[in-house]
């Protein structure tokens, strides 16, 4: 039985594709861990934003949590994965509704340290995202 509770990634270590108006302290990528319903991270426009993770150890993940702003959120998402310094893979595709709930997303079990979630097709006219939780769920290997 997997148990899958959320993991912390190294905030430091991770990177946003963009911030809005590179305003880090208001929309920055640290909102996206902090747990706090008022904060988020607000990419700046452009036809492809992304977050990658790295984390202290080896992870198993078992779902990816993500709470986007409704009319901020992306059609499509890509979740790729490596360990130590190999180059990212693909692990899945998703899609994610265009709503203010948090989502879960099933993934087929993999063992990474680095993973990048991609935004695709962003449901804003400009490309923003919007993103005020995002949660790995899984087990340390």
């Known amino acids: 039985e997997l148990v899958s509770a959320p993991l912390r990634p190294d905030p430091g270590a991770s990177r946003v594709s963009s911030v809005l108006n590179r ?54 998402g890509c979740l790729e994965g490596s360990q130590g310094s190999q180059a990212l893979c ?22 990474v340290d680095r993973l990048k979630v991609m935004f695709e097709d962003a449901t804003d006219f ?7 939780h995002l949660r790995v769920l899984g087990e340390k290997v």
């Open 126 to 132: 400009f490309g923003r995202v919007v993103i005020y």
């Open 23 to 76: 305003n880090t302290r208001q929309f920055g990528k640290k909102h996206l861990f902090d747990q706090d319903e008022e904060t988020c991270w607000n990419s700046d426009q452009g036809p492809s934003q992304w977050v990658t993770l790295e984390f202290p150890q080896l992870i198993r993940v078992s779902q990816l949590q993500i709470q986007f702003q409704g009319g901020f959120s992306s059609r499509r």
């Open 90 to 111: 693909k692990i899945v595709d998703f899609y994610p509704e265009d709503n203010n709930s948090l989502q879960t997303f099933p993934i087929p079990a993999a063992e």
